[in-house]
């Protein structure tokens, strides 16, 4: 017959099917018969086909009409096969209760926790109806092993799922149902022990921790709290004194952390930790609700509150827990309210990194960085902030928590996926990693054996590869989302906020607005309500945000223009998919475009032009200007995706628009100092001039009749120290075209055009900034001609030049246009502006005396020279004029002076004995400390100024920028007078000459 047919197979046949000791495997399956193939092919696609046929081959010898029973019934025989696969101490325990199998039989749906709760009731021979049942098996072990029968019905349904991240969540609420049911049922056999003072007392099992939040692992410390009251009589007097009720009260907890923890022939549950409780594990076990309160409202340090937040009646007398968790709900969510309860956390939760183990580094699941600890840290943190006023994330679990973040607007959509899917894939390896041994670990194993087994219970192909490489990822996925949510910037702002000012009325919220600095409370009212009306998901976002910008809006000079900038952002972002999206993420994003739209019209000017540009708020990363070379590049490139002359220049403004605005973010975030700053502006018109030189030249009629043309960069261009609202000072030169080789016209005439042209597309007004190029420096300034051949700059220098020419060839520089041509000027340049023994005496008298007609005729009518900080006493000009003069008279001599920037100049002095130390200092401090103020007051207004504001309230915002605090423009015109006084004695001895 078939049925007496032996089972075929090999030794490599076996190998090749996943056995590993396939010897040992062909001789367990002698005597198998060919109907139980069906039962080989499970064995194979069991996690450990090697000890699923151990433990099988067992169970046959223990029960032989089992094989016929598994052919009979597949399903049985499917899960009782990837039992014994998974769980080696579920395998000893049907060895030792063979009845249990009927448990894998049939359907093998959830259990209800009714169900759970009357299966184990029934083990203690208590009445499952009863208000207060008493078991009448006082031994435990009875319980014991029917928990282990739920369990073991419990592992068949997770390790038969065709997804095991799909059910997790709801394995770890089954396990946590079956402890309420196992707590209960201890209880019992702890009342029956108690005798009759327990029917006098109320205890209640609070569960926390994942008993409270129903996410129980297969092996998990089951942390509770216990409450006791006496029960009342019909007349509602006391049938026992409170100290009677706590006495029998702890006896029946402290049996019932026995029952559950001991370890007997039957096996042992899990141990019951109250550890929790107030004052941990020196303190009372059992306390009545009244002693609670006092000790939470009194003593409690920040970390317990945290532990309340999943505090859940679990056993016992469930409305008396209902009272405790009512009585410590309302102080658990004005926990976020403590001082340093962000910091605190996050500096708890890196204690908890720095102690795991070095051996265990990489391998914690729980407790290492990438963990289920990095998950749930960052979603408690994320409620205890912002639950204190949205009750819609007042849940106890993690993932219906994560899920409640993610829908009203306070985790992105793709984080919270992100997290939800690193989450269930951690809770799902844990849980496979606890079955094998039912041992309570966290740790990956790190033995090829185990991993295999690991990864095959999770159906990978290639299982241990697969199952470490998805480790590293979700580690690495898990530890960037927690790095940038649990440690965002925004938490704790939002966490400082107090409750009831998070939810004004109007009235209490003007005036709220009016004590943080708003001009116009009821127009900030305005902005506030127009970004958050609405149910949308970017309203709620935004009112997640709104607390935390007021905040740093009124931390900035002008809080009211802020709010109107941010508004008009938003308004103009707020339905791209990224914009509130990374504020409320990126880091200090938020803050950063608070501290800008506060403080500076310019940048605001610059932002609303193109918002989009706000993104490079992300990180400091962005804010670094960038390289010369970079920009050029971009500009030609954008230019040359252009139709038409006019709108290649408009590309290329408009990346100096967003390059500005990236030099005035780092400016105002404190990034760059006023030395990145001139470079930085700088370096942007160098390339804005030679891309818009490239663009023009590419548009005119004839381009092939155009000669080469180099741009020598003059003044604060030349020497690399622009401010936001500087000129380009140049020169233009072109280089030599044989006489008759320009075919088709006047080489000369070609390329005066074409510089005309490119300075009236940069100078045009538009949306993006306007860019002047003066050539009024030029050989015989506004009267000479708009450029040169290089032959005629150099019978020009060697015939006609003038002293104050050769002065401004001291700042020169080739900065644009053809880099040979501008090289060959710039060598003759070289060859004259540090003249040989230095300068004349009447050249030296004719530089002082041009010095003080600019004094005495460039001043602007009404301007106060105490305040002008570039022709004031002290100023840039008395700064740079002196260095100049000493470049002319010793740079002859000392090669290191001979540089177009004032400050390496002055440097150089210093260095060579030119200036003392002293008066060096002096005169850097007053350039550098003017040179701040000019660029600040474009900042602050929005338009150049050379002057220290005479309205107050720009003084004063200027003041902040430069770092006072409010109230102290006073200082700031003192500091200034003082040190442009000291600049302006060393003025007086070494560019004057006076004693």
């Known amino acids: 017959?078939?049925?007496?047919?032996?089972?075929?197979?090999?030794?490599?046949?076996?190998?090749?099917?996943?056995?590993?000791?396939?010897?040992?495997?062909?001789?367990?399956l002698d005597g198998w018969h060919v109907d139980q193939e069906a039962v080989l092919d499970l064995?194979?696609?069991?996690?450990?086909?090697?000890?699923?046929?151990?433990?099988?081959?067992?169970?046959?010898?223990?029960?032989?009409?089992l094989p016929g029973r598994l052919v009979a019934a597949p399903e049985l025989a499917r899960r009782l096969v990837m039992v014994l696969g998974a769980s080696a101490s579920l395998a000893q325990h049907l060895l030792a209760h063979p009845e249990h199998l009927d448990l894998l039989d049939g359907e093998l749906d959830k259990a209800s926790p009714g169900t759970l709760r009357r299966t184990l009731m029934a083990a203690t021979g208590a009445d499952p109806d009863a208000v207060l049942p008493v078991a009448t098996e006082l031994t435990g072990d009875p319980l014991r092993t029917a928990y282990r029968g739920a369990l073991l019905r419990i592992a068949a349904r997770d390790l038969c799922a065709p997804e095991p991240i799909e059910v997790v969540d709801d394995v770890a609420d089954e396990l946590s149902d079956l402890a309420d049911a196992t707590l209960e049922a201890?209880?019992?056999?702890?009342?029956?022990?108690?005798?009759?003072?327990?029917?006098?007392?109320?205890?209640?099992v609070v569960g926390l921790g994942k008993c409270g939040a129903q996410e129980l692992n297969y092996v998990s410390d089951v942390d509770v709290l216990f409450v006791a009251e006496p029960a009342l009589g019909e007349d509602g007097e006391p049938l026992l004194s409170a100290d009677a009720a706590v006495a029998t009260a702890t006896r029946m907890a402290a049996e019932l952390s026995r029952i559950c923890s001991a370890h007997t022939a039957a096996g042992t549950i899990w141990e019951v930790d109250a550890a929790l409780r107030p004052e941990g594990r020196a303190g009372q076990l059992v306390r009545r609700?009244?002693?609670?309160?006092?000790?939470?409202?009194?003593?409690?340090?920040?970390?317990?509150?945290?532990?309340m937040l999943k505090a859940r009646p679990c056993a016992g007398d469930l409305a008396l827990g209902q009272d405790f968790v009512d009585m410590v709900a309302p102080m658990v969510w004005r926990a976020a309210e403590r001082e340093n309860f962000v910091s605190d956390a996050q500096a708890m939760r890196k204690r908890v990194v720095a102690h795991i183990p070095a051996r265990e580094q990489g391998r914690e699941l729980k407790l290492g960085e990438g963990g289920l600890r990095d998950v749930e840290f960052s979603v408690q943190l994320l409620q205890l902030v912002h639950g204190r006023v949205d009750e819609r994330l007042r849940t106890r679990a993690t993932l219906p928590a994560l899920k409640a973040l993610v829908d009203n607007g306070y985790v992105g959509r793709e984080d919270g996926k992100g997290f939800g899917l690193a989450?269930?894939?951690?809770?799902?390896?844990?849980?496979?990693?606890?079955?094998?041994?039912?041992?309570?670990?966290?740790?990956?194993?790190?033995?090829e054996a185990d991993l295999r087994r690991l990864g095959r219970s999770l159906g990978y192909g290639d299982p241990v590869q697969q199952l470490l490489s998805t480790w590293r990822h979700t580690s690495g996925r898990v530890r960037r989302l927690h790095q940038r949510l649990f440690y965002s910037p925004l938490l704790d702002v939002v966490a400082r906020i107090p409750s009831p000012e998070l939810r004004l009325t109007?009235?209490?919220?003007?005036?709220?607005?009016?004590?943080?600095?708003?001009?116009?409370?009821?127009?900030?009212?305005?902005?506030?309500?127009?970004?958050?009306?609405?149910?949308?998901r970017q309203a709620e976002i935004q009112r997640q945000l709104l607390p935390a910008m007021l905040g740093w809006f009124a931390g900035a000079p002008n809080p009211d223009a802020g709010l109107l900038a941010f508004r008009q952002?938003?308004?103009?972002?707020?339905?791209?998919?990224?914009?509130?999206?990374?504020?409320?993420?990126?880091?200090?994003?938020?803050?950063?475009?608070?501290?800008?739209?506060?403080?500076?019209?310019?940048?605001?000017?610059?932002?609303?032009?193109?918002?989009?540009?706000?993104?490079?708020?992300?990180?400091?990363q962005e804010l670094r200007p960038r390289p010369l070379a970079d920009l050029s590049g971009e500009m030609r490139a954008a230019a040359r995706r252009q139709s038409s002359t006019e709108a290649g220049i408009e590309a290329v403004r408009a990346i100096r628009r967003r390059e500005l605005f990236r030099i005035a973010a780092a400016d105002l975030l404190g990034e760059l100092d006023v030395l990145g700053v001139g470079e930085a502006i700088s370096d942007l018109a160098s390339a804005t001039i030679d891309a818009a030189l490239a663009v023009v030249r590419a548009g005119a009629s004839d381009p092939a009749?155009?000669?080469?043309?180099?741009?020598?960069?003059?003044?604060?261009?030349?020497?690399?120290?622009?401010?936001?609202?500087?000129?380009?000072?140049?020169?233009?030169?072109?280089?030599?075209?044989?006489?008759?080789?320009?075919?088709?016209?006047?080489?000369?005439?070609?390329?005066?055009?074409?510089?005309?042209?490119?300075?009236?597309?940069?100078?045009r007004p538009g949306a993006d900034p306007a860019l002047a190029v003066d050539a009024d420096l030029r050989p015989e300034g506004k009267g000479g001609a708009l450029i040169r051949s290089l032959t005629a700059y150099r019978n020009y220098y060697g015939r006609w030049s003038s002293t104050w020419e050769l002065q401004a060839l001291v700042r020169a520089d080739a900065l644009a246009g053809d880099v040979e041509v501008g090289a060959d000027l710039l060598a003759e340049i070289d060859a004259r502006r540090w003249p040989d023994g230095g300068l004349s005496a009447a050249q030296l008298s004719e530089i002082r005396k041009l010095k003080a007609r600019v004094e005495a005729e460039r001043l602007p009518r009404g301007a106060d020279p105490a305040k002008h900080t570039k022709l004031g006493p002290g100023g840039l000009a008395d700064v740079e004029w002196t260095v100049q003069l000493l470049q002319l008279q010793h740079a002859h001599a000392v090669p290191a002076l001979r540089s177009s920037r004032t400050v390496t100049a002055l440097r150089a002095a210093r260095e060579a004995g030119l200036l003392d130390e002293g008066d060096a200092g002096h005169l850097e401090a007053a350039w550098l400390f003017a040179s701040r103020i000019r660029n600040q007051i474009m900042l602050v207004r929005g338009r150049g100024g050379d002057s220290l504001p005479a309205d107050n309230r720009e003084l004063a915002a200027l003041a902040e920028l430069l770092g006072y605090g409010p109230g102290e423009s006073s200082h700031l015109l003192a500091d200034y007078r003082r040190i442009t006084r000291r600049a302006r004695g060393v003025v007086d001895r070494v560019f004057w000459g006076l004693e």
């Open 506 to 536: 109007t009235d209490a919220a003007v005036d709220r607005l009016k004590a943080l600095g708003y001009a116009d409370p009821r127009a900030a009212l305005r902005h506030i309500g127009s970004l958050g009306q609405g149910v949308s």
């Open 423 to 447: 989450y269930r894939f951690l809770r799902t390896l844990e849980h496979r990693i606890q079955l094998f041994h039912l041992r309570r670990t966290h740790v990956l194993p790190d033995g």
């Open 1 to 28: 017959m078939l049925a007496m047919t032996r089972l075929q197979t090999t030794q490599g046949t076996l190998a090749r099917r996943g056995f590993l000791d396939a010897a040992a495997a062909l001789a367990a």
């Open 705 to 763: 009749a155009v000669p080469p043309i180099a741009v020598i960069a003059m003044g604060r261009w030349g020497g690399h120290e622009m401010s936001y609202a500087s000129d380009c000072d140049a020169m233009f030169v072109m280089g030599d075209v044989a006489r008759g080789s320009a075919a088709g016209g006047d080489p000369t005439r070609a390329a005066a055009a074409v510089i005309s042209e490119m300075r009236r597309l940069l100078a």
């Open 186 to 204: 201890a209880l019992s056999i702890a009342r029956a022990k108690a005798g009759e003072p327990a029917l006098l007392t109320r205890l209640a």
């Open 569 to 620: 952002v938003s308004e103009a972002l707020g339905t791209t998919p990224w914009y509130l999206r990374a504020l409320r993420d990126e880091g200090a994003m938020a803050e950063r475009l608070a501290r800008i739209l506060a403080s500076s019209r310019f940048a605001v000017s610059l932002l609303t032009r193109a918002p989009q540009t706000v993104q490079m708020l992300a990180g400091e």
């Open 289 to 307: 609700l009244a002693s609670h309160q006092a000790y939470y409202e009194r003593w409690a340090k920040t970390w317990e509150f945290q532990a």
């Open 43 to 65: 064995l194979v696609r069991s996690a450990d086909p090697d000890l699923a046929l151990g433990g099988l081959s067992r169970l046959y010898e223990q029960q032989p009409d």
